[in-house]
């Protein structure tokens, strides 16, 4: 008896991520060459058979949605190279981290030129930031940070911060001076961190929401 076959919508929407990829790697083989722009993304998506209304579909952004994946494939790599944090001190974790997020984007030091680049002009200051928070979210996941307080956000700001400058000096500057950069800058996250285990800051909101409380429900004399 032969089987009815299982209908899905799997493959078209695994044939959208395999084009993705696909378009991306000839932007990377292009890049050093182009830049980092809509005529990169026009070659790109040309070298794996698209017409420009398939483009539109697929990057309707154009270079803003490739530099996108880029940087979400090296998010990935990154994660994925990682493995169990298990044994690690936290600075040993952040210091890992951030030199193997570091370390993947190297693969094509060219084409991450051009891309950074791109993503430096002032209208991509929301999408570079963006990305940038999301892999400071990733890596302290990683790192088994669960906080879900203010602590959450101040741990993603202050690494933000540092991978930004550390890729730049890694790209253009060489992996000793983004190294040195790195070590400092996890001492200043050490130092704050310390410095804030013995603070009470949701005190102030607790006094607030107390005083709050007595001016809606007053104590009966």
């Not at 949605?65 to 994660?79: C, S, T």
């Not at 951030?98 to 791109?118: D, N, Y």
């Not at 302290?140 to 890729?167: E, Q, V």
């Not at 950069?181 to 200043?188: L, P, S, T």
């Amino acid at each position: 008896m032969t089987e009815t076959p299982h209908l899905s919508n799997a493959p078209e929407a695994d044939w959208g991520d395999r084009m993705e990829q696909a378009v991306l790697d000839s932007a990377l083989e292009r890049a050093p060459r182009l830049g980092w722009n809509a005529r990169l993304v026009r070659e790109a998506c040309a070298a794996q058979g698209l017409s420009e209304g398939d483009q539109e579909l697929l990057l309707p952004n154009g270079p803003r949605d490739l530099a996108a994946l880029l940087w979400r494939r090296h998010d990935a790599e990154a994660l994925a190279e990682l493995g169990d944090p298990a044994g690690l001190k936290i600075r040993e974790r952040i210091a890992r981290a951030l030199e193997t997020r570091l370390e993947v984007a190297m693969a094509h030091p060219e084409a991450e030129k051009r891309a950074s680049g791109f993503m430096a002009l002032p209208t991509n200051t929301g999408l570079a930031l963006s990305l940038t928070w999301g892999t400071a979210d990733g890596l302290w996941r990683w790192a088994g940070d669960t906080a879900t307080d203010w602590n959450h956000y101040s741990k993603r700001t202050i690494l933000s911060g540092i991978l930004i400058p550390a890729m730049t000096l890694r790209l253009f500057n060489g992996k000793e001076a983004s190294d040195a950069f790195v070590a400092a800058r996890i001492e200043n996250v050490m130092a704050f961190e310390k410095w804030k285990a013995g603070k009470d800051f949701d005190a102030p909101v607790r006094k607030v929401t107390e005083m709050l409380s007595r001016l809606r429900y007053p104590q009966r004399a």
